[in-house]
């Protein structure tokens, strides 16, 4: 298994020292989402991968890897598939987090015993897969955001491509149902009792708007955000485009709000 040796060096002592740091968090105050608490699983080895990244162990253990967004790209999610696959025949430690999904899926965080390979952190670090909390309210390994930066820089994988533009509704539309990765500054911000909205496009205009639950908007303001401290802030969101009146990202995972620039003036 030369490859999978291989390509379990290309990880690199600083990526899994980055996923070690935050390995386990539930959020950035510590505290542990109940879909983020941990059940051990014993010991496997992964025997196949399906092409929408379901993985199965020869313990009979069927899940997914937690906090990912399996690519949509047919040759991508191949490139994804073909990474995990020389991972086969490896002795992986599982750990289960939360509930089965709505498929009967475990969500799994999946490490080889060595600690020299980590399955989401190496299919993030490649640039093969993005970061997602999906329909979780948390993302329970913050530190793949790290990672993922780092394959950004680099400019591998997805990330040969530029994020989405935010004031670009008409490119929006057109990836209706599917997972983006938006950029771009907020505009306004609407509290309202059981939603926040931010939009990123002036009125009338054809651009973005995401809508924050209740529970997440708390979250937010307990990392020091609010209304005033949002506008004017270049952000990253992601999630599943929607259209409504303009396209729609509706947020449940304060971790899939990134700000990238500095609080001016503030």
């Known amino acids: 298994?030369?490859?999978?040796?291989?390509?379990?060096?290309?990880?690199?002592?600083?990526?899994?020292?980055?996923?070690?740091?935050?390995?386990?968090?539930?959020?950035?105050?510590?505290?542990?989402?109940?879909?983020?608490?941990?059940?051990?699983?014993?010991?496997?080895?992964?025997?196949?991968?399906?092409?929408?990244?379901?993985?199965?162990?020869?313990?009979?253990?069927?899940?997914?890897l937690d906090g990912l967004r399996w690519p949509e790209a047919p040759d991508r999610a191949e490139a994804a598939r073909s990474w995990?696959?020389?991972?086969?025949?490896?002795?992986?430690?599982?750990?289960?987090?939360?509930?089965?999904?709505?498929?009967?899926?475990?969500?799994?965080?999946?490490?080889?015993?060595?600690?020299?390979?980590?399955?989401?952190?190496?299919?993030?670090?490649?640039?093969?897969?993005?970061v997602d909390a999906g329909e979780r309210h948390s993302l329970c390994r913050p530190a793949l955001l790290a990672v993922e930066a780092g394959a950004r820089r680099a400019g591998r994988g997805l990330w040969a491509e530029a994020d989405q533009d935010a004031r670009d509704g008409a490119a929006l539309r057109t990836r209706l149902g599917r997972f983006v990765v938006v950029s771009g500054r907020v505009l306004r911000v609407g509290e309202r009792a059981r939603r926040t909205y931010l939009d990123f496009a002036g009125r009338g205009a054809d651009g973005l708007t995401v809508t924050v639950s209740k529970r997440t908007w708390r979250q937010l303001q307990e990392r020091g955000l609010s209304a005033a401290s949002l506008r004017g802030r270049l952000v990253r969101v992601r999630g599943v485009v929607e259209v409504w009146r303009s396209p729609i990202l509706d947020v449940a995972s304060a971790d899939m709000i990134e700000i990238l620039d500095a609080a001016q003036g503030r």
């Open 84 to 130: 995990l696959l020389a991972q086969a025949g490896t002795p992986l430690a599982l750990v289960a987090r939360g509930e089965t999904d709505r498929w009967g899926r475990v969500h799994l965080d999946a490490t080889g015993a060595d600690g020299t390979v980590d399955l989401a952190g190496g299919l993030v670090e490649a640039g093969l897969a993005a």
């Open 1 to 64: 298994m030369k490859r999978g040796a291989d390509r379990r060096r290309a990880l690199g002592a600083p990526v899994v020292a980055i996923l070690a740091a935050g390995f386990g968090a539930g959020s950035p105050a510590g505290a542990v989402a109940p879909e983020c608490r941990t059940t051990p699983v014993p010991a496997a080895i992964l025997t196949s991968v399906d092409a929408r990244g379901e993985l199965a162990f020869a313990s009979g253990t069927r899940g997914v």
